[in-house]
């Protein structure tokens, strides 16, 4: 029997070349990273990886290069999800011949499918899969995954062992273990809201696919060391911090633009995402990755922004500034974005 699922998984990004191709051998650097970081395993063709903007071949490509560089050192959870059931478990097969630990797999999208049909579907690909399934639900995307769903599918078919939950609903998630675990008590959850993270390892749940471990895996890490050793107050300001890290790259920019600027502070050439952007969003970025460069450097994880940060005055960020050095710091920050290649 495999090993139960537990632990962080990084929802991998993906670098992209100046022609806007998959940047592999960069993709391979940045896995290397997470990896000495500390991550428990790896999450390629999620929502942060941007699945839905990429090729059918393109999925398949970016998840053998992870399973390539890997090379066993840690589980990857890779998301297998097509345009219909059969497409789905050709893509299970495929990621079972690159030894994948298991898949993920979101509802249907695009059409807003009842409960029944929802069940229909997972059981199709649970009956014919040689891979294990993680269930991924996502209803600010796709069709949700209620609880009754859940139990009835963990209750018929063996290959489904885990779900994944981003809705970031405590109470959803607690129904959800009481009424899986009595039957199935090695099935997997885990929590896809970095926000929630220590209260839903608190309540029961295994570890979580959380974004912001592809910028600070060393902080999610820390955390979810802390929170499964109920070393609560430690726990509590880590995660604090991870909110209002959380908030910044996620509500500062177009999903999932605001991750892509943080892992690029981190030392990586990420490129240029698929979707284009306009002039004024890539204004907004150069403005979110100032702010992210700073809190970074709170951490210690990167050096400080040109022109520094600013200075806090009895705990209380002073409001005052010169408006030819508030020039001079944009200019120098725009001329170094420049020159990584984050903005024309």
């Given at each position: 029997?495999?090993?139960?699922?537990?632990?962080?998984?990084?929802?991998?990004?993906?670098p992209?070349?100046?022609?806007?191709?998959?940047?592999?051998?960069?993709?391979?650097?940045?896995?290397?990273?997470?990896?000495?970081?500390?991550v428990?395993?790896?999450?390629?063709?999620?929502s942060?990886?941007?699945?839905?903007?990429?090729?059918?071949?393109?999925?398949?490509?970016?998840?053998?290069?992870?399973?390539?560089?890997?090379?066993?050192?840690?589980?990857?959870?890779?998301?297998?999800a097509e345009?219909?059931?059969?497409?789905?478990?050709?893509?299970?097969e495929?990621?079972?011949?690159?030894?994948?630990?298991?898949?993920?797999?979101?509802?249907?999208?695009?059409?807003?499918?009842?409960?029944?049909?929802?069940?229909?579907?997972?059981?199709?690909?649970?009956?014919?899969?040689?891979?294990?399934?993680?269930?991924?639900n996502?209803?600010?995307?796709?069709?949700?995954?209620?609880?009754?769903?859940?139990?009835?599918?963990?209750?018929?078919?063996?290959k489904?062992?885990?779900?994944?939950?981003?809705?970031?609903?405590?109470?959803?998630?607690?129904?959800?273990?009481?009424?899986?675990?009595?039957?199935?008590?090695?099935?997997?959850?885990?929590?896809?809201?970095?926000?929630?993270?220590?209260?839903?390892?608190?309540?029961?749940?295994?570890?979580?696919?959380?974004?912001?471990?592809?910028?600070?895996?060393?902080?999610?890490?820390?955390?979810y060391?802390?929170?499964?050793?109920h070393?609560?107050?430690?726990?509590?300001?880590?995660?604090y911090?991870?909110?209002?890290?959380?908030?910044?790259l996620?509500?500062?920019?177009?999903?999932?633009?605001g991750?892509?600027?943080?892992?690029?502070?981190r030392?990586?050439?990420?490129?240029?995402?698929?979707?284009?952007?306009?002039?004024?969003?890539q204004?907004?970025?150069?403005?979110?990755?100032?702010?992210?460069?700073?809190?970074?450097?709170?951490?210690?994880?990167?050096?400080?922004?040109?022109?520094?940060?600013?200075?806090?005055?009895?705990?209380?960020?002073?409001?005052?500034?010169?408006?030819?050095?508030?020039?001079?710091?944009?200019?120098?920050?725009v001329?170094?974005?420049?020159?990584?290649?984050?903005?024309?």
């Amino acid at each position: 029997m495999q090993t139960r699922l537990k632990g962080i998984f990084t929802p991998n990004l993906v670098p992209m070349s100046d022609a806007g191709e998959i940047n592999e051998a960069e993709l391979r650097r940045y896995i290397d990273w997470l990896i000495e970081k500390g991550v428990h395993g790896l999450y390629p063709n999620g929502s942060t990886g941007e699945f839905t903007r990429f090729t059918p071949e393109e999925r398949r490509r970016i998840t053998k290069i992870i399973a390539e560089q890997t090379r066993g050192r840690v589980p990857i959870l890779a998301g297998a999800a097509e345009a219909n059931a059969r497409e789905t478990i050709k893509a299970c097969e495929y990621y079972h011949e690159l030894g994948i630990r298991a898949v993920a797999i979101v509802a249907p999208f695009y059409y807003k499918l009842s409960p029944a049909s929802v069940y229909a579907y997972f059981k199709e690909i649970g009956d014919n899969t040689p891979v294990d399934v993680t269930l991924y639900n996502i209803p600010m995307f796709a069709s949700p995954i209620d609880v009754p769903t859940v139990q009835r599918l963990s209750e018929e078919c063996e290959k489904i062992v885990a779900i994944k939950d981003s809705s970031g609903d405590l109470p959803h998630m607690i129904r959800m273990i009481q009424a899986v675990r009595p039957n199935r008590p090695e099935f997997s959850f885990f929590t896809g809201w970095d926000a929630a993270l220590m209260p839903m390892l608190l309540i029961g749940c295994d570890g979580g696919t959380n974004a912001t471990s592809g910028v600070v895996p060393e902080l999610t890490r820390q955390l979810y060391e802390l929170t499964v050793a109920h070393k609560i107050e430690q726990a509590r300001q880590l995660q604090y911090d991870l909110v209002k890290l959380f908030d910044v790259l996620i509500y500062s920019a177009e999903f999932p633009e605001g991750f892509r600027a943080g892992v690029e502070l981190r030392g990586f050439r990420m490129g240029r995402g698929r979707q284009p952007m306009s002039g004024q969003q890539q204004t907004n970025l150069v403005t979110l990755s100032r702010e992210l460069q700073c809190m970074l450097a709170s951490h210690g994880y990167t050096s400080e922004p040109i022109g520094g940060c600013p200075v806090k005055h009895n705990g209380n960020p002073s409001v005052e500034a010169n408006a030819d050095e508030v020039t001079r710091i944009v200019s120098s920050v725009v001329a170094e974005l420049k020159r990584r290649g984050i903005v024309d």
